[in-house]
Structures are given as C-alpha cells and as structure tokens.
C-alpha cells in the first residue's frame, strides 16, 4: 500500500480528519481518516469496588456509564495522563498504576490507540472536570458491573475493552 495524495480537510483542537487516496493491490481507493493523538482509560479499584463514571457525551445525546478515560495531550505520556484524568475526573490519585494494554478505538476511520491502566491503592485528591465535563461518580461491586454489562446498559467500547482485559489478567474469563 502507498499513499497517492494526502489532504487535511478538518483541524481541530482534538482532531483532524485527512483524506488519502490510497494504491492498494485492487487500485487506488480513498480512505477517510480521523487522526487522533492517543487516549487513556482507567480501571479505579477501591475496597474491592470499581468506579465508573457517569458522563453526558453530546455524540450519543445522552449519559452513559464509562470508566475514567481523557486525550493525551501534546508532549504527554500515557501514564502522566491517565493520572491527570483519574484526578480530574474522580478527585482520587492512584498509589498504583498497572498497564493493562493498549487497543485501537475503531480502526476503519480512526488512528485512535487507547492505552488502558489499572489504578489501585486510592488516595483522595481534587476533583477537577472540564467545562465540557458533567460527571456522576458510582462505587460497583463487580457482580453489579458485570449485570449491567450483561444487560447492554454499559455501551462504551473503551470501558468494555478495558473491563476484559482486567478480567483476563485475573483469570475470569480463562
């Protein structure tokens, strides 16, 4: 594969959107992308609960309920971030913060890579959202989690993702 043209049609503050055509083995084709600079998600484990966020997300006209997560920003590493994001987001500072792994967000149009993590050992920090952030804080027990994922109310690909491979590591689902 080799890119015959590239154009950037969109730049934003998060965002930009590229169009490429694209010479693959079939012929040329264009590909419409959405380059992402990388995000975090964070699993919160404290007294054996996990904690979820509940968040207006304008993309989906509605609340949803999502683990902790935020963009990397510029110059930024994914660890530095996701202890900034889990402060903002639920005023706790992780004592510890494993990887989990990393995964693509939707890889058909988007560059996206989010870099899961596991924070423990919780300690009470300043709550901080951003303008654009309403946020509801919940303390689940894993049975309760695992429920409302079994009964489609947990619909976010990053939490999903991020619950499995918790599970995984723990030897749940092996």
Given at each position: ?174
């Amino acid at each position: 594969m080799a890119v015959k043209e590239r154009k950037v049609v969109f730049k934003g503050k998060k965002i930009s959107v590229v169009v490429e055509e694209i010479i693959g083995k079939k012929g040329v084709y264009t590909a419409e992308i959405v380059e992402h600079p990388g995000a975090v998600v964070i699993l919160p484990v404290k007294n054996g609960k996990i904690i979820m966020i509940k968040q207006y997300r304008p993309a989906v006209r509605g609340s949803i309920l999502e683990l902790p997560a935020g963009t990397i920003e510029e110059g930024e590493d994914p660890v530095t971030c996701a202890k900034r994001e889990l402060e903002e987001e639920t005023g706790y500072k992780a004592g510890k913060l494993k990887p989990l792994g990393s995964f693509y967000a939707s890889p058909g149009y988007t560059s996206e890579v989010l870099h899961a993590f596991l924070a423990e050992d919780l300690i009470p920090g300043k709550e901080s959202p951003e303008i654009d952030e309403e946020i509801e804080i919940l303390e689940l027990k894993e049975d309760e989690l695992l429920e409302l994922i079994k009964h489609g109310s947990i619909r976010d690909a990053k939490t999903l993702s991020a619950l499995l491979l918790y599970y995984l590591k723990k030897g749940k689902f092996l």
